[in-house]
Nanobody, 115 residues
């Protein structure tokens, strides 16, 4: 069983920055890929960033160059640094892990970007 707890969301003006954190209840060294997803009102949940244990990252086209994913295995924490935020980035952001063939999700953290 893996529990994921996100934090760091909030209200920010367009052009601002936020840093999201996702704390895991287990050692994440054994979780090869951890992801960040987001879901805006009335829209499907979409993949924002993936971070592998090797440090490789992949991003949705809409956030490339603005968002940076990272992980600290020693702290069992994954991060999402979000810069140059836009109103269209407004969503609930979720941390996700696929571990031992099971999918685990955090409760989400709200990010609201005002214009």
């Amino acid at each position: 069983q893996v529990q994921l707890v996100e934090s760091g969301g909030g209200l920010v003006q367009a052009g601002g920055s936020l840093r999201l954190s996702c704390a895991a209840s287990t050692n994440i060294f054994g979780i090869y890929v951890m992801d960040w997803y987001r879901q805006a009102p009335g829209k499907q949940r979409e993949l924002v960033a993936t971070i592998t244990n090797d440090g490789d990252t992949n991003y949705a086209n809409s956030v490339k160059g603005r968002f940076t994913g990272s992980r600290d295995n020693a702290k069992n924490t994954v991060y999402l640094q979000m810069n140059s935020l836009k109103p269209e980035d407004t969503a609930v952001y979720y941390c996700h892990a696929n571990y031992n063939l099971r999918h685990y999700w955090g409760q989400g953290t709200q990010v609201t970007v005002s214009s």
